[in-house]
């Protein structure tokens, strides 16, 4: 049986970490960040501090992926540590709503920068006559949509060829995506346009509650560095390539981050910054003038294209190991004999992910998963030390820097995450858990099923 290859180097790994969380929260997050915290000092302190959580997670990450090399991620640690349903629970939510849904917002995105450029994108092509839109109106089809769909299709057709172009064009559109970025940092940072001010934003939330609520943001703009963890059977040498690759993209994604709100600050105060959802765009545009503002549409859209690659090449791999191990359907098990890639699994995620941009639900349904999904996060992340107690004398060629205070700090914090997330949002809380829970018919009908001779291979 074909099976997938380790056809992907250090750099397209790492091209992965950095890739995928670098899409459009480097631009849009700063504004909430501001508004909930009040002053540049504490935007930074955020920064820091979920950067160093978001590393704490690497690390914890490396000594599983390297323990278990296999493609699927998180599906393979919440399997080993704590059974199947765990594991299945996860990869459900990822294929029908975290991952896809995650995907339908980039394209989305991705589309929004370009009207920038090309209003007739938000023109409506045709209606659909059919209860499917906001408040059970017709549901309006814009061309933008279309457009964003031929771009996901596009990028599952091309990922359909191998890890080999798919890895390839993420390391290509990264290295462009992290120039253009310094190119911002240092316009920004040399600008004679310097002097915005430091008085702090007066309306601000402040705080606690407003250093945890812009914490929240930070992490969702961080979010993305456990995606190599999907491809893990595919890496080269993945017991020295998979921590070096988590652990150096996750610090440098924390670099950019805090060199490009550096440059921020640098020519625009806190009011200012809290005033504009598109703050990098103001900022080039005080420095360099209007193109400079459309060279920020450029990044961004480059910026999101290669995040939303990373996430179709990654995501893909997780529905393919729950259907290798007979949790799913089994047609996404298949592997292209010449390709070595999971193409029904690309296509069909892909397809669906299609399926949420017409919709225009997505948000709602990322929106609902977020507790379940900070759950499933954080029992990952303490695999680690189930895994210890559990597995004790297995291959660990990688162990957690500072274990066990570091693995356990990304818990704590991911347990007070879903505590709060819970508290603040009761009700799409439940509804997400519900959501979610819809899948159990289907893990007991899988469950019954005679395993697959290959369950547990690459």
Known sequence: MTGLRRELGVWGAASIVVGTVIGSGIFLVPRKMVLETGSAELVFAVWIFGGLLSLAGALTYAELAAMMPEAGGEYNYLKAAYGPFWGFLYGWTQMWVAKSGSIATLATGFFYYLANFRPELDATVFVIPLPLGAGGAP????????????????????????????????????????????????????????????????????????????????????????NLSMVASEVKAPQRNLPRALVFGTGAVMAIYLLTNAAYFRVLSPAEVASSDRVAAVMMQRALGGWGADLVSVAAMISIFAALN??????????????????????????????????????????WSCVLVLSGRYDQLVTLVIFPSWILYGMAAAAVMVLRRKMPDAPRPYRALGYPVIPFLFVAVAGFLTVQTLLNSVRESLLGLALILCGLPFYLFWNRQPRPSSSGGN
């Open 139 to 226: 549901l309006e089809v814009s061309a933008g949509q279309l457009f964003a769909i031929a771009v996901i299709l596009a990028l599952g057709w091309l990922n359909w060829f191998g890890i080999r172009i798919g890895g390839g064009v993420q390391v290509a559109v990264t290295a462009l995506k992290v120039l253009l970025i310094a190119w911002i940092i240092l316009v920004g940072l040399g600008s004679a346009s310097a002097g915005g001010g430091s008085a702090p934003l007066q309306e601000a939330r402040g705080g606690v509650a407003g250093f945890f609520a812009a914490l929240v943001a930070a992490l969702w703009a961080y979010d993305g560095w456990n």
């Open 310 to 351: 990373g996430s179709i090449l990654s995501g893909s791999r997780v529905p393919y190991a729950m259907a290798r191990d007979g949790y799913f359907f089994r047609r996404f098990s298949t592997v292209h004999e010449r390709h070595a890639a999971p193409g029904f699994s690309i296509l069909a995620l892909s397809a």
